[in-house]
């Protein structure tokens, strides 16, 4: 019986110079999108959260980082789909990579490389990966009958399945997860020795508890785990799939699309040659549909070509409709562009992240993106910028200087009144924003970007309370002791907004440019490094105190008009073919 090598490659450990807690590199990656179809919103979901967390690691100024992205172009997915719109499977790539690559672009994913696996170089690798699982002993060809399910590119046991009947009335089977039929199909083909990997796959998450996230993934894989794995098919016979890549020295079968699919995350940092620089300092986004895919057969194919297993797996779940799920037959397929027109690039980007939680399954609806951003964005967040910068309030245009007698470090006692104005309250709000940049960066490094939006909402929202308790309009400026007050005011409150903008730049890169540039913070100043709260406040000078503020007073974001954003996307579903191909 073949066993996996013994001196397996070691899986890397927390705290070692492969994980990222050092100045070590980082490649971020998002699935590669299947291109049988234009992109949608739980495709560009999958891409935001990748690119959030790129930003706010460049924000950290933690190391070199790349954000790979691309196409998963070849299959019978896609030469079925290539088939239906009566053209070849290039040319269907070609275009439907272009729709990506827009979108993405469109929705400021700051992607640094984009792989379509129809490339030569990426195929030269996947050939390379073959060869090295081959001359491994991991593979071996045997005859395999089961039931194959092309959407999902899988042969499925027997307990994937349930009987039902088909559009004429007669009984078929389909895959219980996916609900698409399936198909008795028996071929010869190469086999991967997948059932070898059980006790090296469970070694490692053993020893990497943190290399599935969010801890319900990690459980689900463990429990895969129990049973055995069985051997995975590897190639298909050529002449039932041509679109995809011959196996080396047998031109008979084609390369399997994963295996092949997979492959991307090495062929983009230059694997064979030059991979050893980033593998395997690598954190693959991806949806829950494709765990089995990231977190069985990936680190066991690794393991078998000699190779390190990721360092970890971000797993998001699923957007669904008005509580259904999304599919072209439902006709409520849900197009990025058009939400994007709808509510901005930024606001649509907040949406998604703020109110995606990859534990479980989130329902979208324009309702929903009306009220949050009307509520977060325009009336907290940009209400608040507004109100403190107002000509009315600071005619200087300056950001105002803060009194040290009105907010001292400690407050008054009630039998010692001195001359502090500050209440309990503000105090609660200083130490809140004053621990908010450590809070969101546990929340990107435990994959919780909602967590960390949702914080940031709420310190806006003490913000506005501390503004509204204190009623600066109604102090008098030409009394010095109330020109104090209100200048300290408005100091604690574009301090907040200074760390709002700073920390929501992940997320909203336009608007947080915005907003800190009406702040007056430059570039230099807008990492996480660096970032200060309230330096007054410890007794230390503040670079912004005295700045003249920014020239641009336009609105932060727009308020949405409930019925304009609903109604246009009712005529949107009304549009019978908005077939983007
Ligand atoms: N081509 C494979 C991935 C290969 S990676 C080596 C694939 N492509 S996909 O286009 O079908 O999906 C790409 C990503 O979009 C996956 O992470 C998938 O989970 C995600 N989503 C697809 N539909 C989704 C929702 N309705 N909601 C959220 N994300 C979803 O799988």
Redesign the pocket.
């Known amino acids: 019986m073949w066993r996996p090598p013994r001196r397996l490659p070691r899986p890397p450990h927390r705290g070692t110079a492969t994980t990222t807690a050092g100045p070590g590199r980082l490649l971020l990656s998002?699935?590669?999108?299947?291109a049988n179809g234009p992109p949608?919103?739980?495709?560009l979901?999958?891409a935001l959260l990748a690119d959030a967390l790129l930003r706010h690691r460049r924000l950290r100024a933690a190391g070199p980082a790349r954000l790979c992205t691309g196409m998963?172009e070849h299959g019978l997915k896609i030469q079925q789909a290539a088939v239906a719109a009566g053209t070849s499977p290039a040319e269907l790539c070609e275009r439907v990579s272009g729709l990506f690559h827009r979108a993405l672009a469109q929705a400021g994913v700051s992607f640094t490389h984009f792989t379509r696996t129809s490339e030569p170089g990426h195929q030269r690798a996947v050939r390379h990966f073959w060869a090295a699982l081959r001359d491994r002993g991991a593979l071996y060809k045997g005859c395999y009958e089961g039931w194959y399910c092309t959407p999902e590119e899988s042969f499925l046991p027997e307990s994937q399945l349930r009987e039902r009947t088909d559009t004429q009335g007669r009984p078929c089977k389909v895959s219980v997860e996916t609900g698409h039929e399936v198909h008795w199909t028996k071929e010869e083909n190469y086999m991967f020795r997948l059932s070898a990997f059980r006790d090296p796959l469970q070694n490692w998450l053993r020893d990497n508890p943190r290399a599935i996230s969010p801890s319900p993934f990690y459980q689900c894989v463990l429990r895969w785990l129990d049973d055995d794995l069985p051997d995975l098919s590897v190639s298909r016979e050529r002449s039932r799939l041509q679109w995809g890549i011959p196996v080396p020295s047998d031109s008979t079968q084609t390369i399997y699309v994963?295996v092949d699919?997979?492959v991307?995350?090495l062929s983009v940092v230059g694997y064979p040659e030059s991979h050893g620089a980033w593998w395997p300092s690598v954190h693959h986004?991806?949806?829950?549909?494709?765990l089995k895919?990231?977190a069985l057969y990936w680190p066991a194919l690794l393991l078998a070509a000699g190779l390190a297993p990721p360092e970890r797996i971000l797993v998001?779940?699923?957007?669904?409709v008005h509580g259904q799920?999304?599919s072209k037959s439902l006709g409520n397929v849900v197009d990025p562009a058009t939400c994007m027109g709808q509510y901005g690039v930024d606001g649509f980007r907040y949406f998604l992240l703020r109110q995606g939680v990859p534990e479980r399954d989130c329902d979208y609806y324009d309702e929903k993106v009306v009220k949050l951003l009307n509520s977060e964005l325009a009336d907290a967040l940009g209400g608040l910028l507004n109100r403190s910068t107002a000509p009315s309030i600071n005619p200087s245009n300056t950001y105002p200087c803060f009194s040290e007698p009105c907010f001292p470090r400690v407050l008054d006692s009630k039998e010692a009144k001195g001359t502090g104005k500050a209440s309990a309250e503000d105090y609660e709000l200083v130490a809140a924003v004053a621990s908010l940049p450590a809070q969101v960066s546990g929340y990107f490094e435990n994959f919780q970007i909602y967590k960390a939006l949702e914080r940031i909402a709420q310190c806006v929202k003490q913000t506005n309370s501390f503004f509204q308790r204190h009623k600066p309009w109604k102090l008098d400026r030409r009394d010095t002791a109330e020109q104090l007050w209100l200048d300290t005011i408005l100091h604690v409150t574009l301090e907040c907004l200074r760390v709002y903008g700073t920390l929501l730049q992940p997320v909203v890169p336009d608007m947080a440019d915005k907003l800190l540039s009406r702040l007056a913070v430059g570039p230099g100043e807008r990492g996480l490094s660096g970032l200060t709260f309230l330096a007054r406040y410890d007794g230390k000078p503040c670079p912004f105190e005295g700045r003249q503020l920014g020239p641009d007073t336009g609105v932060l974001f727009q308020r949405l008009e409930k019925s304009e954003a609903v109604k246009s996307r009712k005529q949107e579903a009304r549009v019978p073919d908005k077939q983007l191909l």
Not at 316 to 320: E, K, L, Q
Request: hydrophobic share 40%.
């Open positions: 998002t699935p590669i999108f299947y949608h919103i739980g495709h979901y999958s998963d994963w699919a997979l991307n995350y986004v991806v949806g829950k549909d494709i895919f990231h998001h779940s699923h957007w669904t799920k999304m």
